[in-house]
């Protein structure tokens, strides 16, 4: 049996995105966002003392570099191993250009001194990557085997998939808006926000905090919908496991969200909440994924 390298590539991508993200995170919850005040070196050179917020700031550069060399290799295995699906390595062309810009956008935050609108680009950037990665690595990998179903069945969870992974992507953009704004604590209570359900939206960081707060519970009800329907519907056995692992996601990132706010944006919650977050996008987009290879014309059947 051939060894499915690229898929495994793609796997690794993935994990290293959400590492990626992670330390993207911390990098601001430390205030270490302008510990190299310059890019793409730190301090003049690329090797710096690791010490400090640089020791952060630096290693988010280094980890981002590396994402650049794994993904061209999964790239050039895929070019190999994919010649009967062209739209693999087409994808993978896309996925680079999309780091390219992604990186770009990390330096112009750097030289610019943290721009809310830049930095925030550079986060959505790095959320349409992971997306995009998953979507790879699912149909070379994870998708291999899923149950056959009907393709009305396939077409509504790839739909219902998609829509609560576009509220995440939604809402996590908006968590980087509010992140770059220092506005974590314009409402420094949870769950209520100043006291009240609809807050004076008085100001843009009172504004962003709440409407992250509820495209966060639109979200919420979109996956425990989407995992409900999964489980009173005649889905293969895969999409049901994620879809309760996306509700198990949906509620940590939220949980963590109001640890994070009566924590005072303690570093740990907040990273957490940045992670717990993309791996629920990951875990929706690797759905949609499932459901379209169940439901493919072309795909065969093992259950």
């Known amino acids: 049996m051939k060894t499915n390298l690229q898929g495994r590539a793609f796997t690794v991508t993935v994990i290293w995105t959400l590492l990626l993200l992670y330390l993207g995170s911390v990098v601001h919850a430390t205030e270490s966002s302008l510990a190299c005040p310059d890019w793409p070196t730190c301090n003049g050179t690329m090797f710096p003392e690791m010490s400090g917020g640089i020791f952060w700031e630096h290693l988010h550069r280094l980890v981002?570099?590396?994402l650049l060399l794994m993904f061209g290799l999964a790239t050039w295995l895929a070019h190999k191993e994919?010649?009967?699906?062209?739209w693999i390595f087409k994808s993978c062309l896309a996925g680079i250009a999309l780091l390219l810009?992604?990186?770009?956008f990390?330096?112009?935050t750097v030289i610019y001194k943290l721009p809310d609108l830049v930095s925030t680009t550079h986060l959505a950037l790095a959320l349409l990557f992971l997306s995009l990665a998953t979507a790879l690595a699912s149909s070379t990998s994870w998708a291999v085997g899923v149950t056959r179903t009907s393709n009305a069945i396939a077409d509504r969870a790839t739909g219902f998939a998609a829509l609560a992974a576009a509220l995440v992507f939604v809402q996590s953009v908006l968590g980087g808006l509010?992140?770059?704004m220092d506005a974590g604590m314009a409402c420094p209570d949870a769950p209520f926000c100043l006291g009240k359900v609809i807050p004076p939206l008085v100001n843009a960081p009172i504004t962003v905090h709440f409407l992250h707060?509820?495209?966060g519970i639109i979200a919420l009800i979109a996956v425990v919908g989407l995992a409900v329907w999964a489980v009173r519907t005649g889905v293969p056995a895969a999409i049901r496991t994620w879809?309760?692992?996306?509700v198990?996601?949906?509620i940590a990132q939220v949980t963590l969200g109001f640890i994070s706010v009566l924590s005072v944006l303690a570093v740990v919650p907040v990273s957490l909440h940045t992670l717990v977050a993309a791996s629920l996008l990951a875990a929706l987009v690797h759905i949609a994924a499932l459901a379209r290879a169940a439901g493919s014309a072309n795909f065969e059947a093992t259950g």
Request: zero cysteines; hydrophobic letters at 45%; aromatic letters at 0%.
């Open 64 to 66: 981002a570099g590396g």
């Open 82 to 86: 994919t010649k009967d699906r062209p």
């Open 101 to 104: 810009i992604q990186s770009v």
């Open 106 to 108: 990390g330096g112009l």
């Open 178 to 180: 509010v992140r770059h």
């Open 213 to 215: 707060r509820v495209v």
């Open 243 to 246: 879809s309760l692992l996306a």
């Open 248 to 250: 198990g996601l949906v």
